[in-house]
Structures are given as structure tokens and as C-alpha cells.
């Protein structure tokens, strides 16, 4: 086995790579897993209560106190499909963006494939989504909602990967950003915030009057994810160009997040 | 033989900034928050063209000063930073230790930890399974297996990050001065595990450590690192004479400049002189000299005893020699001060560098005071036996030993 180590040049995916060091995948994600829920006596039942709570507050405030329709689904329904979702976006992204800080004194003494630190950190979310999702489950039967297995087996798997991708785009754009530019440890909690009113996660797109925020809202990636997950249980017609947009959001920004990573993570450690 | 590393013209520039602010002023300051600082900035060099190959099972020694460059070597080595320009060619897998138990988390148990630090350094699962009992064995801490990591002490966290270590089966091991830490027993066992990895098993090995003595028992040869650029290599022990020989500072002798408060005895005066009391700190090798030495009683006490130690420029302990001051009767005579002479035969040390640390104490009771470089020896050949011997370690001692042949 011979390699060279030089001078940064050119751009590559080191996708090989990245499959030798596939156990580190596995390892971090693990790590960041049991730590989350160490020395707390509900352990991996937050990762359910924490939405279930969510959900309810939702429910009385948007649902109850101020008729926010929802889709021909019960309100709890509705707010917590968008939930699950978003939830796997929100912590990925906040988790994501910070890795490279805050795993600054492991780049700093070892190599391995950058992208696995970010990575783990978007798998980390999703573990938190199966959890949840066993909830979701409960409160379809609960609630007695007419669902079309077709539909779901085809809508479902697409709005998860679409989530991943922007999910893994935004993170690790911001991963490489924070370790420049500290600013961003305050800018993402913000942008968070932000992206929940842009997202119909707690009201419907359709009771957007304006057709121009209807566009503003199908900039965010997240809102082709939340709407495709929803169409397994909806029968309303997709706004095609509207989704569009939003899936080409997804792309573009995983592939700039991507790319702008790749780029700069030869200099991480001397950064961080 | 193909060397297994070739590092051809490596260099690495940082670029340092400074700020133009020939003064501070209030108006300026808040005028710069709406303009941009001015910065000037200039490259700085790390590395500059820095060469050198190792052959497969070579270990070597990077030496030099604080900041000549050696982390940086090894981080480059280590893919952690890419170089400026130049490039490396490695012909094996290249594990780096540049701290031990990268990674560890201290929420997680021991046994959780062993496998997370052992994959983070590149180990693979299978191989972590296959050497764990050996690993927990090794470490000394198979009761606290599942226990979390912060309720280890620090010496048991270590004894745990160095056991996992010890078990890559990388055919390059980078190794930057990670054990300097830990108690003297355990630092035996990890240098007794290091000459094992490289003397038995053939591996190669890169090590920086600031112990020459360390160095110079582990590596075959090194090279020495100043301001970014190889300026000596070759044998260990030559490369650290020579580094040696250039940072030699002359420590004449020993002077107290203030009154210590709280110590009952203390050394006040130290210096070496020859045959004649002429001070000095070079000798020949076939000249006697002597170390006066003076300390002053505050409160008499019994059963004190005057030592020194001569050390080689390794750190190692050559002898010792010592006085009971029991026989002064120190005790009855009150506050005073007493001079010592230690007289030095001649022909003992070899041509070196040595250096002598000296302390009063009560044997296996307390020190009472120490000084640990008291001033520097240097014995200067003038034509020994050993002269043409030049470049090869004869340790440290002349011994007239009596040869006889018997019948044949």
C-alpha cells in the first residue's frame, strides 16, 4: 500500500475513503446516542416526550385556541407528522453545524474523513425519529386515520431522503462556516427559529393568502419533505411547481454544503 | 531497501497577522468598528523544505527546540494539516499518537471507551475484540471496566488510553511526547512496550520528546529541528550531543541571592574549582577538581545528610555521594555556616557534558533543601584512550579494570 500526502489540489469525494472508515460511522453515532441520554433517569423516553410534549402544546395553542385547519386531519395529527420531520432537521442542523467545534480536540490530534463527525450527527437525529415515530404510530390507530399503504410506501422514503439531504447539506455547510466563523454558533439557533415559520409544520400552506409567501415557504427544502410526508394521509392535490422549487432547494444546498466542506476541510485543524 | 517514508520538501507557512496600532485612542476605536482593521500580515514558516527518509523498522527521534517545527511535522505526517508544498510518500499505514485517548468521553465507561478510542485511532472493530482482554489486562483497571470514564483518576485514564495503543498493528507509529506523563512505573512499562514494538516486532516508529535520555534509548537515529529545518542528523546519540553542545549553557556555580524563609538548612554556595582554586567548569579528563560547597544551619536538626548526584546530558543519574552531618554536631553549634569540599578523582567521568544536583535531607524522612542544577561539568578530552573512538557511545564512566591473561 503506497499513498503520497501533498499540498491540497484538487476536489475529490473520497467516497472510498469514507467506506474504510465506515466503523467510525457507527462509533460516533453511538457515542453522541448514549451520551445525549446519560445520567437522566427517563433515559431514551425523551427522545419520545420531548415531540409528545411539543405536540400537545401546539395542539391546545394553534389547534384549540386558535383553529389553525389542518388538512382534514386531527390537529395532533397533523402538528406532529410536520414535527417528526422537522425535528430530524432542526437538532440535525444544530448538532451538525457544531461538531466541528465542539469535536475540535479530536480533529486536531487524528485523521479520519472529516464528513463522518456531521454525518453521525444527521444519524443521531434519525435515530431520534424512529423513536418518535412509534408515538406517530399510536396516534394514527388512536385517531383512526384512513391511511392509502401505497401512497406511503412511495411518498414516506422520498420525504425522508429529501430531509437527509438538506439536512446533511445545511449541517455541514454550517460545520465548515463555524469553525471559520464562530458567529454561526449564534446565527443557527436563530435560523431555526426562522426556519419553523417558514416551514408548515404547525399550519397548512394553504392558509397562506398570498401566492408570493407561498413561494417564500417553498424555498425551504424542509417544505417538500413535510408536505410529501403528509400526502400519505392527505388526499388534497400537490402543488407541483411549488414542490419543485423546494426539491431543488434540497439539491442545491446539499451539494454547496458538500462542496464548500470538501473544500475547506483540509484546514479544519489548523482553524479549530 | 525501499524506505517505507520519503518526505521530500516539506514545507508549511502560516500566515501571522499583525495590526498597525502605533497607539490606542478612544475616538479610534470607535471609528475602527466601522471600518475594516488594518492588518498586515506575513508568512511564517513552520516547515522549510524539510527531507529526510526512514527505512521499515528505523525508529527515529525528532529533536529541537520548543516551537522548531516538530508538531508540525507530525501533524502533516499525521494527514491532520495538508503541507504547503512539497509531499510524502508512505509505503505502510500510519497510526499517530499526538496525545493518548483521543476521544475519550468521560460520560462513557471504560469498556464503551476502549472501543470508541481505539476506532477513532483506526482499529478496526474485530481487532479492538481480538485484543481487548490483552488491553484490559495491560491498563490494570479490569474492576472499573464499567465504570464511567470521569470517575477514573487521571493516572488510570492514562494507564487505559496507553493500553489501547499499545495494541495498533499500524506498520508506522507517530508518537509525540505522550509520555511524559504518568507516574515513573508506568512510564518503565510503556518504554518497555515501545522498545518491544520497534526492536522486536520491526515496526517504525517517528518519535518527538523533549527526554533525550528517552531518545536515546529508543531510536537508532534522529534528527534535530531548528526554526523549521533539519540542521543535524544522524545517529540518536550524536544528534543530541550536538544539540547539546549548542544550547550548553555555562552554569558556573550556585549563589544564593535570597534568604528562603521556612527552610531549616539551605545551600548558599557552589561552585568547582581545580587542583590550584582556580574556578572552573571544564576539565580534562585526567584532572581532579573539586566542588566547594556551603550551607548555612537556621534550625539545627539531626540526622541530616549532604548529597549530590552528577548527571549526564541525558538526565540520567551517574552516582552519588553523600555526608552524614551527624558528626558536626550540628545540633549544639546553633545558626552557622559550614563549608564542604567534595574532591573528584581524576580519570572517572568520560568526555561529556554533566551537570550536578545536589540536596540536604533526613534518609527516607524529608528534603530538607534540593538544587537541582548546581552548576554544569565539562570534562574535555585531551587525548584519552576513547578519542578515537570518536562518535560512539562508551558511556559515561573510565574504569581502570585489571586485565589478566591466564595460562594458555
Not at chain 1, 75 to 83: D, K, N, R, T
Not at chain 1, 145 to 173: A, M
Not at chain 1, 263 to 268: G, P, Q, R
Request: one cysteine or more.
Amino acid at each position: 500500500m503506497e499513498y503520497e500526502i501533498r499540498p491540497k489540489e484538487k476536489l475529490n469525494l473520497g467516497l472510498a475513503e469514507l467506506w474504510e472508515y465506515r466503523e467510525l460511522f457507527y462509533f460516533f453515532t453511538w457515542r453522541d446516542i448514549k451520551v445525549k441520554y446519560k445520567q437522566t433517569v427517563l433515559g431514551f423516553a425523551w427522545a419520545v416526550l420531548q415531540p409528545f410534549f411539543m405536540m400537545l402544546v401546539f395542539s391546545v395553542f394553534f389547534g384549540q385556541a386558535l383553529n389553525v385547519p389542518s388538512e382534514n386531519l386531527p390537529y395532533p395529527v397533523f402538528v406532529f407528522s410536520g414535527l417528526l420531520l422537522w425535528n430530524i432537521f432542526s437538532s440535525g442542523i444544530t448538532a451538525a453545524g457544531n461538531s466541528m467545534v465542539s469535536n475540535a480536540n479530536i480533529i486536531k490530534k487524528i485523521y479520519f474523513p472529516r464528513l463522518i463527525i456531521p454525518i453521525s450527527s444527521v444519524l443521531v437525529s434519525l435515530f431520534d425519529f424512529l423513536m418518535a415515530s412509534i408515538i406517530f404510530i399510536g396516534m394514527l390507530l388512536y385517531f383512526q386515520i384512513n391511511i392509502h399503504p401505497l401512497k406511503i410506501f412511495f411518498y414516506i422514503p422520498i420525504s425522508l431522503f429529501v430531509t437527509c439531504i438538506s439536512t446533511f447539506g445545511l449541517g455541514t455547510l454550517l460545520a465548515a462556516l463555524n469553525i471559520k466563523y464562530r458567529d454561526f454558533r449564534y446565527i443557527i439557533p436563530f435560523m431555526v427559529q426562522i426556519l419553523l415559520f417558514m416551514t408548515p409544520v404547525i399550519y397548512p400552506v394553504s392558509i397562506l393568502t398570498h401566492e408570493w409567501l407561498k413561494y417564500l415557504v417553498a424555498l425551504n427544502p424542509m417544505y417538500s419533505a413535510v408536505t410529501l410526508f403528509r400526502a400519505g394521509f392527505i388526499e388534497n392535490p400537490l402543488q407541483i411547481n411549488l414542490l419543485l422549487i423546494s426539491l431543488c432547494s434540497a439539491i442545491l444546498l446539499f451539494v454547496v454544503g458538500l462542496y464548500y466542506f470538501r473544500k475547506t476541510e483540509a484546514y479544519f485543524a489548523d482553524l479549530a | 531497501m525501499k524506505p517505507i517514508l520519503e518526505i521530500i520538501d516539506i514545507s508549511k507557512t502560516f500566515r501571522i497577522q499583525h495590526e498597525q496600532k502605533p497607539y490606542l485612542s478612544i475616538r479610534d476605536s470607535i471609528s475602527n468598528v466601522f471600518k475594516p482593521l488594518k492588518k498586515s500580515s506575513e508568512d511564517f514558516f513552520a516547515l522549510k523544505d524539510v527531507t529526510f527518509d526512514v527505512l521499515p523498522g528505523e525508529s527515529v527521534g525528532i529533536i529541537g527546540k520548543n516551537g522548531a517545527g516538530k508538531s508540525t511535522l507530525l501533524k502533516i505526517l499525521s494527514k491532520i494539516t495538508p503541507p504547503t508544498s512539497g509531499k510524502i510518500i508512505s509505503r505502510g499505514r500510519i497510526a499517530s499518537l499526538l496525545e493518548v485517548g483521543t476521544g475519550f468521553h468521560p460520560e462513557l465507561s471504560g469498556r464503551e471507551n476502549i472501543f470508541l478510542n481505539g476506532s477513532i485511532l483506526g482499529m478496526k472493530r474485530v481487532e479492538i475484540q481480538k485484543n481487548f482482554d490483552a488491553i484490559v489486562d495491560f491498563s490494570g483497571v479490569e474492576k472499573f471496566l464499567d465504570t464511567p470514564l470521569k470517575h477514573y483518576s487521571s493516572g488510570m485514564q492514562l494507564r487505559l488510553a496507553f493500553a489501547v495503543a499499545a495494541f495498533l498493528e499500524n506498520e508506522i507509529l507517530i508518537i509525540d511526547e505522550v509520555l511524559a506523563v504518568g507516574d515513573a512505573e508506568f512510564q518503565k512499562k510503556c518504554m518497555g512496550k515501545m522498545e518491544d514494538v520497534s526492536k522486536n516486532q520491526g515496526r517504525t516508529i517517528l518519535f518527538v520528546s523533549h527526554q533525550m535520555g528517552m531518545v536515546n534509548m529508543l531510536c537508532n537515529n534522529a534528527i534535530l529541528l531548528e526554526k523549521g529545518k533539519i540542521s543535524f542528523s544522524g545517529k540518536s546519540f550524536e544528534v543530541i550531543n550536538h544539540y547539546n553542545d549548542i544550547n550548553f549553557k555555562e552554569n558556573a556555580g550556585y549563589e544564593l541571592t535570597k534568604e528562603p524563609t521556612g527552610k531549616d538548612i539551605y545551600i548558599t554556595r557552589a561552585y568547582l574549582t581545580d587542583s590550584k582554586g582556580k574556578a572552573s567548569s571544564n576539565y580534562a579528563f585526567n584532572e581532579e577538581f573539586k566542588l566547594n560547597l556551603s550551607f548555612k544551619v537556621k534550625n539545627p536538626l539531626k540526622n541530616v545528610v549532604l548529597g549530590i548526584i552528577v548527571k549526564d546530558n541525558f538526565g540520567r543519574r551517574i552516582f552519588t555521594s553523600q555526608t552524614d552531618l551527624n558528626n558536626l554536631n550540628i545540633s549544639e553549634k546553633g545558626e552557622k555556616e559550614y563549608k564542604f569540599t567534595v574532591r573528584f578523582p581524576h580519570t572517572l567521568l568520560t568526555p561529556n557534558h554533566y551537570s550536578i544536583f545536589c540536596a540536604l535531607h533526613i534518609p527516607n524522612i524529608r528534603v530538607i533543601d534540593e538544587i537541582n542544577d548546581l552548576c554544569s561539568l565539562n570534562i574535555i578530552d585531551t587525548g584519552s584512550i576513547f578519542s578515537m573512538y570518536e562518535g560512539v557511545d562508551f558511556g559515561c564512566v573510565f574504569a581502570n579494570c585489571e586485565w589478566n591473561l591466564l595460562e594458555e
